[in-house]
């Protein structure tokens, strides 16, 4: 039933190490998304895919490396890990409905929150 | 760029009390906007949206209608309950060839019964 989901949710590892975040989505997007959400709540946009295919990336630090093995799915692989990337990580995905006037609605998974000691 | 900016929480309200939370935004063209809703320990979720200028959204007794004279998309509810406590993110999105979410900094709201 669950329309985008996101492994693991907890996540608390220690400082230079490399883990992954798996996102899911069986809603039959094409576009997905990953979201950072910080101390204070603020959520900024990290990276965009379309069809397995990067659009966005808001420079983020190379450290961080999504991989889009089919279009249902998009990891985000955290490599050397600091402690400022201590967060909550949401996935997202939307239809891309084309055209330039065109947009629609994202659905977010439940999050994985991360804690870097 | 695009940006929204909301109004400074935390809001702390009785129940049954009117809400407003402002919200206004900055873009180049034309955007949807959105209200999504953050419920303690869970994920974002949609509230409601608007597509054009003065389009109302509503969901859930919320209300947000977008006004693009003033720029703003404030959200407001006629009579809260406790279970309306929680973080409320306004937010655009433009299509430029893909679509990209850019959200206000939340406003915590919590319901006294």
């Known amino acids: 039933d669950t329309a985008v989901s996101q492994t693991p949710k907890y996540l608390v590892t220690q400082m230079g190490n490399d883990k992954s975040i798996k996102c899911e989505q069986n809603?039959?997007?094409?576009?997905m998304y990953w979201y950072k959400q910080d101390s204070k709540k603020f959520l900024k946009i990290m990276f965009s895919y379309n069809n397995k295919e990067l659009i966005i990336n808001e420079t983020v630090p190379n450290r961080f490396s999504p991989k889009s093995p089919d279009k249902a799915h998009l990891n985000l692989h955290i490599n050397s890990l600091e402690l400022g990337d201590s967060a909550v990580y949401f996935c997202?995905?939307?239809?891309?409905?084309?055209?330039?006037?065109?947009?629609?609605?994202?659905?977010f998974g439940p999050g994985t929150r991360l804690t870097v000691l | 760029g695009d940006s929204v900016t909301q109004m400074e929480g935390p809001v702390t309200l009785s129940e049954e009390a009117f809400l407003t939370i402002n919200c206004t935004y900055t873009?180049?063209?034309?955007?949807?906007l959105f209200w999504y809703v953050q419920y303690p320990g869970e994920g974002l979720q949609l509230l409601l949206k608007?597509?054009?200028?003065?389009d109302k959204g509503s969901n859930k007794g919320f209300e947000a209608t977008y006004r693009k004279e003033t720029t703003s998309f404030h959200l407001e509810k006629g009579s809260v309950q406790v279970s309306d406590s929680a973080v409320y993110f306004c937010a655009l999105s433009e299509y430029f060839g893909n679509e990209k979410l850019t959200f206000g900094t939340g406003t915590r709201l919590t319901i006294i019964p």
């Open positions: 873009a180049t063209g034309y955007p949807s």
């Open positions: 997202a995905s939307s239809r891309n409905m084309g055209g330039r006037t065109s947009t629609d609605t994202q659905y």
């Open positions: 809603l039959g997007h094409d576009t």
């Open positions: 608007a597509t054009k200028a003065d």
